[in-house]
């Protein structure tokens, strides 16, 4: 797969990436099982970029994620947007509630 520089900082990823939105159960039901079969087959097709975000099951989706990345050699680059959750906006915007 042909490779792009993603932003200023130059991150060599696929021009091909994965949303994973889904992972989170937000619009039907995903097993655990399946968002891993689901990640681990992007990775055989050379997917070298995940974005996710932080609503996604309330974090469902980054947590599979970091699960699968903790089993796998592969070298992932991994976006997630943050903010959109009502507990945060606008006041919470900090480091403290970013981690």
């Not at 970091?66 to 796998?72: A, E, I, N, T």
Request: charged share 25%; with cysteine.
């Amino acid at each position: 797969m042909r490779k792009r520089d993603l932003g200023k900082h130059a991150f060599r990823v696929g021009e091909v990436g994965l949303g994973c939105w889904q992972f989170g159960g937000d619009f039907g039901e995903m097993s655990e099982q399946q968002a891993l079969a689901i990640l681990a087959t992007a990775v055989e097709t050379c997917v070298s970029f995940f974005d996710t975000a932080d609503v996604y099951g309330d974090g469902r989706s980054e947590a599979l994620i970091g699960q699968f990345l903790k089993h796998s050699p592969a070298d992932i680059t991994v976006a997630t947007k943050y903010g959109r959750g009502g507990d945060v906006f606008p006041e919470n915007y900090t480091e403290a509630s970013l981690r």
